[in-house]
């Protein structure tokens, strides 16, 4: 806290700011008067501004949850001040792994603990003075907010896109369950650390899938950071190609050649097809094996007796493995089948093997190999001595050219050769016209493939929404009705998961039996909970409508307030969350429970903050709690620093000594007002640059470019204050009304102070006199053959013919200038360059 102003004998001490009995005080005035309540029936021109609501962890608010919920606070109070009628709300995202872990490693049970954490962060939050009206608060871990999520997964279920089958699915031996691939790194589970095994079980799913074009033409209009839409379409990932059958022969099939090809080799003799996926269909001549993936259903009947002990036993070692780690592995491994197929471009015959690096779950489950054009079947031609053929060569190359080193993918040019008819194609022609060829024999078709997969929503766990179906043995697959929402959560008193893959939940024999909603007979729960991440698909949609009990979303308020105009959050979210928000709502559009299809008009991704150059870590000792700095400095500093370290969407570095700065802002914020007079008139040219800092601070708050717009305030009280001057009051509220979104406690003290009534933020935003604001002149920079002479004062719409009468006029600049330029050079505003 700063000390207070220095006075002359006899003079009572000016107060100082105090920062803790300010903020004690609006928070108090806030929640008597209701402030941040919003009239969301009546409300005129409607700001939804959302931001990404926390889990509700046992250590409370971390700085990067203030750093984000600032920055969209001051979001919401901008758009406040500027007439909007701004709905902000929050909630808690308090189902999921992350509770469930840390109720288990406490002994505390999560029914007990959530709420709890959850009265802690409303404790901080108010405390950092965001602009939250709690009455339409979500806790998607209580019956009132999962009864529609619970109703949302039926929406699915009824349209035909939850469905439930036997895959391979990552599993942490750890957490003792599903997870999704975006969950495991580098074959770990990233929240354990623990690697991830590949199980195959009876799962949930939700067809995504399905809505992979419409989710990815929809990101060319979407107001997003590029940043996160690029995540999108590198994970939707769609692939322009051909599948392409290679046959496997038939006894009447086999020539001369095709014995001595397999060198007396057993054939499977079967007459199937072998379909591939490829987007280099121009490369099919240099295709010289297939490889499937282990889990293929063809691997068993295209197995030799000679080689079914190696195949059996790769099998089984590579369903140990986890699907992500098969994906990113280095090392390539495989094992032949003992079969052959015929490439449909050659007629030869190539071997068909299985390895790891080819998933079921991509394309068709099988590849060709083209090991001169593609880097893994490269190495795996490589290390097995499979033939390696050049089909396309690039400049200064030619059909002899040997393939050394590694792949030569050529996929952006070069031209076509060892390829009958097609030598001397581009790589783009020849892809066209090899598909039409080998369509004509009914060998190909051209396809689009998305990378997508469908969403596996099925989770061993306790801590979630029971997924509401019932297993009748006369009726099947039976969903709850709705009015028989929501399929509570029992309380389990051991909810610790096992390695069974089973759900604690069937060890409550009273929950997991109960009746048969269509005949009544005794049948079996579901007792899989659902994947945390459809909680938040859809939480943006309830919370308008918090207060209701009998619809999950209201139509008209809905309406009204939806789709979200603002939304910002962590570019960590940029594919999980995200993308499933956007894929529910299509789905809820398309059943006609809404009228839009995209549910964050616009959404930005904040950056994140370091601490003294390094990532915050509990194991580094360098994690900041928000506490201890607002007990020391105050919310307002606090904030207003946080947004000061660098810009919004990049982050900072988080140094103890900078927050020191933005608290003399402050104080003398603080001063300027407790000082300040209405004798006189303002002076001009503090007004000139009061005028420029509402027209700077206006520009950048909507482009988040808080830094900035805090850097034109500062700037701004250094001129207010030169010479310890006493400002006039009309200098220094539009500053408070500026600040009122970065620093809300202190800017309501000083609006009151200056005796104003109302909320600072229903004052509206300064108005600023753009022929005031003007600079009354500029400095432009004078060269001579490019070499600074000296620099003249000109107004800011000076045309070259007035600042080359400038320069000429003066003599420093004039002695280096003989007879008529040859060039001139001139950047209106910042130079003039003669060439002479």
Sequence with gaps: MSNPSPTSAGQEPKDAYDPTSVEQKWQQRWQERGTHAVDLAGGARPFYQLMMFPYPSAEGLHVGNLFA??????????????????????????????????????????????PRNVGNFRRQLDRAALMVDWRYAVDTSQPDYYRWTQWVFLQLLERGLAYKKKAAVNWCPTDKTVLANEQVENGLCERCGTPVEQRFLEQWFFRISEYAERLLQNLDWLDWSDTTKTAQRNWIGRSQGAQIDFLVPSSGDLSPEDDAAVAGDPIVMAGTPITVFTTRVDTIFGATYLVLAPEHPLVDALTTPAQQRDVDAYRAATARQDVVTRKVDKEKTGVFTGSYARNPATGELIPVWIADYVLMEYGTGAIMAVPAHDERDFEFATKFALPIVRVVAAEGEDADTPVEGGAHTHDAGGRIVNSAQFDGMSVPQAKEAIVAWLAEGEQARAVTNYRLHDWCISRQRYWGPPIPVVYCDACGTVPVPVDKLPV????LEDFKPDDSGISPLARDASWYHTPCPRCGAQSRRETDVSDTFLDSAWYFLRYPSADRDDVPFDPALTKKWLPVNSYIGGNEHAVLHLLYSRFITMVLKDM?????????????AHGLIIREGAKMSKSKGNVINPDEYIDQ?????????????????????FRDAGISGVR????????????????????AAVLRKLHQTIRKVGDDVPRLSYNTAIAA????????????????????????????????????????????????????WPAFDAALAAEESIT???????????????????TQQDALAAAMAEPSIAKFVTGEPRKIIFVPGRLLNLVV
């Design 664 to 683: 003399r802002f402050l104080d003398r914020l603080y001063a300027s007002a407790r000082d300040m007079t209405t004798d006189g008139a303002p002076d």
């Design 69 to 114: 919920f600032t920055g969209t606070d001051i979001q919401g109070r901008f758009h406040r001040q500027m007439g909007h009628t701004v709905f902000q709300p929050l909630g808690f995202d308090a189902f999921g792994i992350h509770s469930e872990n840390y109720a288990l490693k406490m002994g505390v049970h999560p029914m007990t603990m959530t």
């Design 713 to 764: 305030m500062m700037e701004y009280v250094n001129v207010l204050r030169k010479g310890e001057r006493t400002p006039h009051r009309d200098e220094v509220m539009p500053l408070v009304q500026l600040v009122a979104s970065f620093a809300p406690h202190l800017a309501e003290e000083l609006w009151e102070r200056g005796g104003n009534t109302g909320s600072v933020l229903d004052a509206g």
């Design 633 to 653: 400095w105050g919310a307002d500093s606090f904030r207003t620093y946080l947004m000061f370290l660098g810009p919004y969407e990049e982050g900072g570095d």
């Design 488 to 491: 509570e959560l029992p309380f």
């Design 780 to 798: 432009l920079a004078v060269q001579v053959n490019g070499k600074t002479r000296g620099t003249v004062q000109l107004a800011p719409q000076a």
């Design 592 to 604: 006609g429970h809404i009228d839009f299809e995209e549910p964050f008009t616009k959404f930005r």
